[in-house]
Every structure is written in structure tokens, then in C-alpha cells.
């Protein structure tokens, strides 16, 4: 008997509306930092949704409190108390410097509902103020709002009349920012480190600078924390490397190690949110809690953002290291277990394929970069076993151009 292979490509080009490239591979299943594909090829996943499989692929904890959780209860609406809910708001809050939550399906929601936030503060508090400054090459997801918030033109450009009231300055410049400012802003909106944006970490002095000036004008600083937080950046939110407090702050990715989940955080001082301002169907349901329960639980109880500093080391070294021996390689920057290697020729799809064909999943976040963001839990022979990959490509790219 002959089994015929669906040719997945196929039925994608004829019933699938495509809004971007696709890598040539159709994934099947996950363990760990590994994924296989229809082929039964077995891949290192150095990319992770993006940085959204925070404890791998299909991690024992997840499955636990999903299949207990779907035999128990899948969905009540927000107009009920969920016990798997408040259990991670309470989590969420006594392990962070925010005070409330509220819960959205993905990081664009997550960031319209600081947004509403920020706007309804400004017109309560402070005379009507409703402009957002945002940083330019800044990434805030893909509605309506959120791209005009995010900082790539090409997003916005076929979808205008775009929402009034955002202002964008260039990222890790203060001086851009105060002069942006006037007695019409209500918020500041920006990411910790800049993630889809190429990985680019802000000087030390910039966000602690970012913090004075909002202190002093009295304007809120959202930290879009949806790519940098829960564990990535070497400490649970990137906030603390930089010993600063946002107001307001947005979670989604890493949340649930790959169950839809996300949420805005603030403090006491400007939740303003009453009945009726704010609401989802799904934000928040006792499914997805359950398993952003269990994950930020986890990785909390066994230390993973102290694994991940020390990761974020070994990364350094080792990228470094190949800096000093590719001139393809022109640096690394990142912290934790985010990190972008950026080459001296725009060939970062070209060794995002490379890596593909040799069993390694990496992206090409900029022409000329490679992001690196594996599982947060990933041990550290599966670090080395990718980056010698990762290696492999690079030579063989530098050989490619030597002849
Ligand atoms: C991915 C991302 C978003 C958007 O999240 P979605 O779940 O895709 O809507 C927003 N902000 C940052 C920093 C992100 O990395």
C-alpha cells in the first residue's frame, strides 16, 4: 500500500491568505528544543515562535495543566471569577513592581489595552493628554494601533488613515524624546531592548534617563515587555537590569511557552480601567491561565532567569569569538538568551538556510542579523551543539565568497 504525502506547500498557496515568507520546512512535532519535520528531519529550535516556546517545545508542565485544566473547565467569560486567573495576576503582581492585571490574547491586545490605559489617564489626570512617543524601528504587534505605536513605515503604509496621537523618535536618544515632548503627552511606549527591531540594546544610562524625564513631566512609561520579559533578558523583567519601574507594562510570548496568553500590567496610580472600559471574550480564559500559571511558576521556583544571565554569557563569549575569526561576522549584541549576530554583508536569509539544511532553526530579523533566542531551559550542549552549526554556516558562507 502507497501512503501519498500531503504536499502542505501546495494547499497553502492555493486556501492561505499569505502576509509573509515562509521557511521551507512543515513542522510536525516538538520535545524540547527540537522540532522534526513531515520528513522526520529533527531540528535545533533557536527561534522558538519567536522567543515564545520559553520552556521549549511541549514542556511537561504545559501539557499537565492543559490536559488537567481542559478535563475541569476550558472557558468561563470575564464576567465570572476564574480561579486560574486571579491565581497568575496574583503571581504576576507579588513578583513584579506592578499592582493590577488584566489579560489579552496576544501582545497586540496586550498593547491596545495599555494604550486605552494611557489615554483614559491622560484625559482624567492630565488635561486631555493623549500623545504616545515611540521609538523608531519599535515592534508593538499588527492591529490598526499598534502599528502606527510600532516604528517600520512599511507596516503602516497600506493601511491609512492610520489613529492620531503617536510620535515616533529614534530609540536610545533622550534628547530626541524630551525635545518630542509637549503638554499634549500622556505616555511613553518602547521595549527594554528593541526586538524585532534587530536586537539593539539601549546604552545603560538610557532607560534610567527615559525614567527621570517621565518622572518629571509627569508622563507614564509603558515598558512593552512582550518579547523581553518572563525570564529572557537574564533577570524576570528586563526592567530590573536597568533599575528602573515602569508604570505600565505589557506581557505576551514567553508567558505561556506557546499558549495563546498576554497582559498589561499597571500600578495602582494610573489603572484607571472602570466596568465597561475594557473587555475580551477570551483574554484571560481559565485555559490559557492555567498554563501561564504553571510556566511563570516554574520558572520562577527554579531559577531559570539566573540560568539565562549565565547563558547569556557563554552566548557572548562564543559569538564574540566568532567575531574575531569571521570577517563575515561584524558583532553580537543581546542580553540573556536574546541576542542578534550581525555580519558585514546582508546574508543573514543566506545563513538562516544554511542553518536550516544543517538542523538548526535561526532568523534573519534584519538583512545583516541573525537572532538567537533559544528556550529558556535549553541545556547548555544543545547551546554549543547549534552554535557549532551556526558556525559551519559561516564558513561555509566565507568560503563561498573567498573563490
Ligand atoms: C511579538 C511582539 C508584539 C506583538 O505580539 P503579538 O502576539 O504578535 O500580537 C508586540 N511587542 C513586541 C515587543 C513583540 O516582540
Redesign the pocket.
Known amino acids: 500500500m502507497t501512503e501519498t504525502k500531503t504536499d502542505w506547500r501546495e494547499v497553502e498557496s492555493r486556501v492561505f491568505m499569505r502576509t509573509g515568507a515562509r521557511q521551507p520546512a512543515v513542522l510536525v512535532r516538538g520535545e524540547g528544543s527540537r522540532v522534526w519535520d513531515d520528513d522526520g528531519k529533527s531540528y535545533l529550535d533557536f527561534f522558538g515562535g519567536p522567543a515564545t516556546t520559553s520552556l521549549g517545545h511541549c514542556p511537561p508542565v504545559v501539557i499537565e495543566a492543559l490536559t488537567d485544566q481542559a478535563q475541569t473547565l476550558i472557558h468561563v467569560s470575564n464576567l465570572f471569577y476564574s480561579v486560574p486567573q486571579l491565581r497568575l495576576a496574583e503571581l504576576l503582581v507579588e513578583h513584579s513592581c506592578l499592582d493590577q492585571v488584566y489579560f489579552s490574547n496576544?501582545?497586540?491586545?496586550a498593547?491596545e489595552a495599555a494604550i486605552k490605559l494611557a489615554r483614559k489617564w491622560g484625559r482624567e489626570k492630565k488635561r486631555g493628554a493623549f500623545e504616545v512617543i515611540c521609538t523608531l524601528d519599535g515592534?508593538?504587534?499588527?492591529t490598526l494601533t499598534?502599528i502606527t505605536a510600532s516604528g517600520t513605515d512599511r507596516y503602516k503604509e497600506p493601511f491609512g488613515p492610520l489613529p492620531p496621537g503617536f510620535i515616533h523618535v529614534p530609540f536610545d536618544d533622550i534628547a530626541a524624546l524630551k525635545a518630542a515632548t509637549t503638554d499634549k503627552t500622556c505616555a511613553v511606549l518602547l521595549?527594554p531592548v528593541q526586538?524585532?527591531g534587530g536586537v539593539i540594546v539601549p546604552d545603560d544610562g538610557y532607560l534610567p534617563a527615559v525614567r527621570r524625564w517621565c518622572d518629571e513631566q509627569n508622563i507614564l512609561l509603558i515598558l512593552?515587555e512582550?518579547?523581553t520579559g518572563i525570564g529572557r533578558c537574564g533577570a524576570l523583567f528586563a526592567y530590573e537590569l536597568a533599575g528602573i519601574e515602569p508604570d505600565v507594562m505589557t506581557l505576551?510570548?514567553g508567558i505561556a511557552s506557546g499558549v495563546p496568553l498576554?497582559a498589561v500590567l499597571a500600578k495602582d496610580h494610573c489603572a484607571v480601567f472602570a466596568p465597561g472600559d475594557h473587555g475580551s471574550t477570551y483574554g484571560g480564559n481559565p485555559l490559557a491561565t492555567r498554563a501561564g500559571y504553571e510556566v511563570v511558576r516554574h520558572i520562577i521556583a527554579e531559577k531559570i532567569p539566573a540560568k539565562v544571565a549565565d547563558d547569556g554569557q557563554h552566548l557572548r563569549q562564543r559569538l564574540h569569538s566568532m567575531e574575531d575569526r569571521f570577517e563575515l561576522v561584524s558583532g553580537a549584541r543581546g542580553k540573556g538568551l536574546l541576542w542578534a549576530v550581525t555580519l558585514s554583508r546582508q546574508v543573514a536569509a543566506d545563513a538562516v538556510a544554511k542553518c536550516l539544511e544543517r538542523g538548526l532553526i535561526v532568523n534573519n530579523v534584519r538583512p545583516d542579523a541573525v537572532r538567537i533566542c533559544p528556550a529558556l531551559n535549553i541545556p547548555r550542549e544543545e547551546l554549543d551543539e547549534g552554535l557549532d552549526i551556526l558556525e559551519r554556516a559561516f564558513v561555509e558562507i566565507s568560503e563561498g565568497t573567498a573563490k
Open positions: 496576544s501582545g497586540a491586545e498593547n515592534f508593538h504587534g499588527r499598534t521595549e526586538g524585532e512593552d512582550i518579547q505576551a510570548k498576554a
